[in-house]
Nanobody
């Protein structure tokens, strides 16, 4: 099994920057793609970005491209989401996810492992 733990969330002001880490443990050698999703109350879980095992391939949702960046530190088994120019509509529970094969999929059903989420609240 793989365990994923997100952190770094909190209350920020519109326009602020925030970086979310996601630490992976367990059978991390089995992980290939890792991704970020978010879910606001009353909405479906939304894909944000995914990165391949090597870190050389990424896929970022149109809705956040240019503001959000996904990266990873393989040595630390840690995934990151850097969020710039935050807006009140970015308020959501942010989830880290992982799967065992390469596809850069934006679909939630493709991901086997999920963290518990970290709350990001952006105040105007």
């Amino acid at each position: 099994q793989v365990q994923l733990v997100e952190s770094g969330g909190g209350l920020v002001l519109a326009g602020d920057f925030l970086r979310l880490p996601c630490s992976a443990s367990g059978r991390t050698f089995s992980i290939h793609d890792m991704a970020w999703f978010r879910q606001a109350p009353g909405y479906e879980r939304e894909f944000l970005a995914v990165i391949s095992y090597s870190g050389s391939d990424t896929n970022v949702a149109d809705s956040v491209r240019g503001r959000f960046t996904i990266s990873k530190d393989k040595a630390k088994n840690t995934l990151y989401l850097e969020m710039n120019s935050l807006r009140p509509e970015d308020t959501a529970l942010y989830y880290c996810a992982a799967k065992n094969y390469y596809s850069l999929s934006p679909q939630t059903y493709a991901y086997r492992f999920w963290g518990q989420g970290t709350q990001v609240t952006v105040s105007s």
